[in-house]
């Protein structure tokens, strides 16, 4: 089993960024590709950014890609996404996830932490 635990959110005005963490424990997850997902107030959950499990491979939303970055510490278990240039389009729960090698589907998820941007 994988723990997967956000943390970083917060209220910001647009134009603002944030640092979102996502630790890991239980299994290690040094093999799984890590993501980033979101869910806006009414909308569906959708898709942010992901990592491979080398962090060689990156692959951003086109909504988020040239202002989202998102990261791995191997060593640390722990997954990053850098925020810049807030929009207050971006407020939503932003949720970490993990997917083990040869699935399709992420299996684990955190439990959210939440992202406002005010205007």
Do not use: H
């Not at 949720?95 to 955190?110: E, I, Q, V």
């Amino acid at each position: 089993q994988v723990q997967l635990v956000e943390s970083g959110g917060g209220l910001v005005q647009a134009g603002g960024s944030l640092r979102l963490a996502c630790a890991a424990s239980g299994r290690t997850t040094g093999t799984y590709t890590m993501g980033w997902f979101r869910q806006a107030p009414g909308k569906e959950r959708e898709f942010v950014a992901s990592i491979s499990w080398s962090g060689g491979a990156a692959y951003y939303a086109g909504s988020v890609k040239g202002r989202f970055t998102i990261s791995r510490d191997s060593a640390k278990n722990t997954m990053y996404l850098q925020i810049n240039s807030l929009k207050p389009e971006d407020t939503a729960v932003y949720y970490c996830a993990a997917r083990r090698p040869g699935l399709l589907k992420y299996d684990y998820w955190g439990q959210g932490t939440q992202v406002t941007v005010s205007s």
